[in-house]
């Protein structure tokens, strides 16, 4: 489910359970001061060690928004799963990030011993499905040695698996 809200100048976009609040930094205190006091009661119980916060420009301290939420201060953020803003170089480095997980959990395939649940667990359990939506919405001109390494790695896998060249 998505919805868009706005109201007392925040901006929200929700999908599940993941939520964009866009504002002054005053407003997004206020809000998060609300949903921690209130959302209890609701239902909504906000881990702020979870949370986030981004700003692009100015003072990066942030002292108004409590000390759990995590500051970003590289040169962009993630939304949804996917890189946004900035430098070629987030860009590729959260799509490194995503492709070596991915990568370090095809190397323990063999483990299963079993062909046909391997590659079960190949197409179905090991990032293929976050792999493919990054290459939906990251620019793939930023992330060329990324992708490269993937479809290395994801051959090697198939080989492993299938016992045969590709």
């Not at 060690?49 to 962009?76: H, L, M, T, Y």
């Not at 792999?131 to 990251?138: K, M, P, Q, Y």
Request: charged share 20%; aromatic share 6%; with cysteine.
């Amino acid at each position: 489910s998505h919805w868009a809200y706005s109201r007392n100048k925040v901006s929200t976009v929700v999908s599940g359970c993941d939520g964009t609040f866009v504002g002054s930094r005053s407003a997004i205190s206020s809000l998060l001061d609300l949903m921690t006091s209130k959302g209890p009661s609701f239902g909504l119980h906000l881990h702020l060690n979870k949370c986030e916060i981004f700003w692009p420009s100015g003072n990066q301290d942030f002292p108004e928004i409590p000390a759990e939420v995590r500051r970003i201060v590289s040169g962009g953020v993630e939304v949804l799963g996917s890189p946004i803003l900035r430098s070629d170089s987030f860009f590729a480095g959260s799509v490194a990030r995503c492709v070596r997980k991915v990568l370090s959990c095809q190397d323990h395939l063999l483990d299963v011993k079993d062909p046909q649940v391997e590659l079960l667990l190949f197409r179905s359990c090991l990032g293929i499905c976050k792999i493919n939506h990054i290459l939906r919405t990251v620019p793939s001109h930023r992330i060329r040695q990324e992708l490269s390494e993937f479809d290395s790695g994801l051959r090697h896998s198939l080989e492993l698996i299938s016992h045969s060249s590709i």
